[in-house]
């Protein structure tokens, strides 16, 4: 390249000084987006990225879950093969089950009933006035109402499963909406539901049933009902353990008069 | 000579880089429409410089202007929730692509000149 005539090229030395400050500036800005991007543990800001990323998560609790159950599952044999060592064992295991019962941490089987709720299958009809259209969804409440219903029946154990993930409902299980997707124990879930519950399969068809109840004169609107909601008498169901982390529960209340201070 | 504002890009890039420093993660989208906005001015700056109009202070006040205005539009944007972010990035990107296509025009015509010569 041909050198260039020296009285025009000082504009050179000024764009060589502020490609430095520029130079500096997207150097700044680099990290500051590398900073965010680990800190947040969120690999890009693309929607089909994040998308991924979401995906990613879901898989991972799913499988971590899973480990959760299983290694309960563990536990609850080796306090078994430990109860069968001495008699102060046997007693003390099982108290251990029956306090594992009454807290949902293992699973149960036995008859009862099973409820399947979806959302209506259709379209909504485009004529539909603004205030109807919520009833062709199934919202948190509805499956709280039946949850409730349930337990006020003589439910022993209730679990609700969607397509992904099956929550058991223990003391501290909250039933929320959370936009578009119900939260169950803090996890995501959708329609459809099924909620498997174990109890006296007529008392807990009926009282769903009852005239005035949960489910009389639900979803008003001619056909919906009949879509939306099955409710199924069962011989034999199974209600999975609750695979949540406990290690979050209950840090706020301890025993009382304990010496074990929080 | 020619390369000299390279030079002083990777200079001020690794000067920061491997410094210790830290930009709010607030700022982030604000630092890097600043970037763009420099690099228009930087670009800008080259293409006025190879037509021999270039003058130091529309070049220096044209950098910091349009750094700074860029950033106030994307903040003023954020407040009343309009993407005035993509207005700034749209023109901006636009010009440097024009300014680009102008400096690379220019140096083609040179090297296809002074292989005539030679």
């Keep these: ?262 | 000579m020619v390369l000299l504002p390279l030079i002083g890009l990777i200079a001020g890039f690794i000067a920061i880089y491997f410094m210790d420093v830290t930009v709010p993660a607030g700022f982030a989208s604000y630092l890097s429409l600043a970037t763009l906005a420099g690099l228009d001015a930087i670009i800008g700056g080259i293409r006025a410089g190879i037509e021999d109009k270039f003058q130091t202070d529309i070049f220096i006040s044209g950098f910091l202007v349009n750094t700074l205005l860029a950033v106030l539009l994307a903040y003023i944007g954020e407040q009343v929730g309009v993407d005035l972010f993509l207005a700034a990035v749209v023109v901006i990107g636009g010009r440097v692509f024009l300014n680009l296509s102008l400096i690379r025009r220019y140096w083609l015509t040179r090297i296809a000149l002074s292989k005539k010569e030679s």
């Design chain 1, 1 to 262: 390249m041909a050198p260039l005539d020296p009285k025009r090229s000082g504009w050179i030395l000024q764009v060589t000084l502020l490609s430095l400050v520029l130079g500096m500036l997207l150097a700044a800005a680099l990290k500051t987006q590398q900073s965010v991007r680990s800190s947040s543990g969120i690999p890009t800001t693309r929607f089909s990225g994040l998308a991924q990323a979401l995906l990613d998560e879901k898989e991972k609790n799913k499988l971590l879950r899973d480990e959760i159950t299983d290694l309960r599952a563990k536990i609850d044999k080796y306090e078994q093969a430990r109860g069968k060592e001495t008699t102060e064992a046997k007693l003390l295991t099982e108290e251990l089950q029956w306090v594992k019962l009454l807290a949902g941490l293992i699973s149960v089987e036995g008859k009862g009933v099973e409820v399947m709720l979806q959302d209506y299958p259709g379209a909504i009809p485009a004529d539909t006035p603004a205030v109807f259209r919520d009833d062709y969804i199934i919202h948190d409440m509805d499956i709280r109402d039946i949850v409730n219903e349930l337990f006020a029946n003589g439910t022993e154990a209730i679990s609700i499963s969607d397509r992904d993930t099956e929550q058991r409902i223990i003391a501290s299980t909250a039933i929320r909406c959370v936009g578009g997707s119900l939260q169950i124990n803090h996890v995501d879930m959708a329609s459809p539901f099924t909620i498997t519950a174990i109890g006296p399969p007529n008392t807990l068809e009926a009282g769903l049933k009852m005239p005035n109840g949960i489910l009389d004169n639900w979803r008003p609107i001619e056909g919906l009902a009949s879509q939306m909601v099955k409710i199924k008498r069962k011989d034999h169901v199974v209600v999975p353990a609750y695979s949540g982390n406990t290690s979050s529960l209950f840090l706020y209340a301890g025993p009382l008069n304990s010496e074990r201070k929080r």
